[in-house]
Every structure is written in structure tokens, then in C-alpha cells.
């Protein structure tokens, strides 16, 4: 089954503003876990499913985390 990954990039009202690569698209907040945040890592399945990706959020955050400490040495 295809799938595709989206990053939740921030809420507006009852949207949810989703990265996926270099778009973005607006999805109901209704069609999502209702535990997602902003940052939430998700997988989008073709038949509707949505699943948070903990473990990814986690290691892009570590990435983040160390370009920032790599661009702040000195």
C-alpha cells in the first residue's frame, strides 16, 4: 500500500498546515489523531489510515538539534 509522509508544520483553526516535501497542503484537523502537534511526523496511507511516527519525529529533532549546535560553535 502506498504512503506518503507529511510533517505538521502548524495549526490554523480547524486545519492542519502539512509539509510534504516542498508542499504544503491544508487537512482537517477531524482526519488526524487527535494527540498530533505541531512537528508530528505522520504517515498518510492511500485507503485514509493516518499514523504519528514517533521514532522519526525523534531522530529528525536529534538532526535539528545537532545542525543548530553545529552552526552555534565557534
Not at 500500500?1 to 504544503?24: S, T
Not at 489510515?49 to 565557534?74: N, Q, T
Request: hydrophobic content about 35%.
Amino acid at each position: 500500500m502506498k504512503r506518503r509522509r507529511g510533517i505538521i508544520d502548524r495549526f490554523e483553526g480547524d486545519l492542519a498546515v502539512v509539509e510534504f516535501g516542498e508542499v504544503m497542503e491544508d487537512i482537517p484537523k477531524s482526519r488526524l489523531p487527535d494527540t498530533v502537534q505541531p512537528g508530528d511526523v505522520l504517515w498518510f496511507y492511500e485507503d485514509g489510515k493516518v499514523e504519528v511516527d514517533a521514532k522519526e519525529r525523534k531522530r529528525l529533532s536529534s538532526d535539528i538539534d545537532e545542525l543548530m549546535d553545529e552552526l552555534w560553535e565557534d
